[in-house]
């Protein structure tokens, strides 16, 4: 049985097998405690399945006028079973108040089903509503 919580108490060994498992190797890579992300995130919902982390969601923001879905992610195993629609369904649930939420993935191919998705889940492409992303990298 999944159980969700909100907790930002997630060992970096945890966060790092789930960052592994979708082959996210620039988090792990490059980021020596990956919990300071969480601990450092404005909210964190993440999946379990008895004491082995699954899923997560975390967003950044101020809380009023903007917040970022920072990370989605759900182990490989786990996908296509509810838990990724459960996970950002409680972020756009609590964020109707604010009044950006924004969620930046690749274009990619690959990624189409994920954009497709993220759209069914309510988001919408900038381009469709007339925005443009900028970024430094």
């Not at 060992?11 to 082959?23: E, G, H, I, K, P």
């Not at 992610?73 to 649930?93: C, F, R, S, V």
């Amino acid at each position: 049985m999944i159980q969700y919580k909100r907790t930002k108490e997630i060992s970096d060994a945890d966060l790092r097998v789930l960052y592994t498992s979708v082959n996210w190797l620039s988090y792990t890579d490059k980021v020596e405690n990956l919990s300071l992300l969480i601990t450092n995130s404005q909210t964190v919902v993440s999946a379990w399945e008895d004491d082995r982390l699954i899923g997560l969601i975390r967003t950044v923001g101020d809380g009023l006028s903007i917040q970022y879905v920072q990370d989605i992610l759900i182990m490989p195993e786990y996908q296509k079973q509810g838990i990724g629609t459960a996970l950002i369904k409680q972020i756009l649930d609590e964020s109707k108040h604010i009044r950006q939420l924004v969620l930046i993935t690749d274009g990619s191919k690959e990624n189409q089903g994920i954009i497709k998705w993220y759209k069914k889940m309510g988001l919408s492409v900038f381009e469709d509503i007339g925005l443009i992303g900028l970024y430094r990298r």
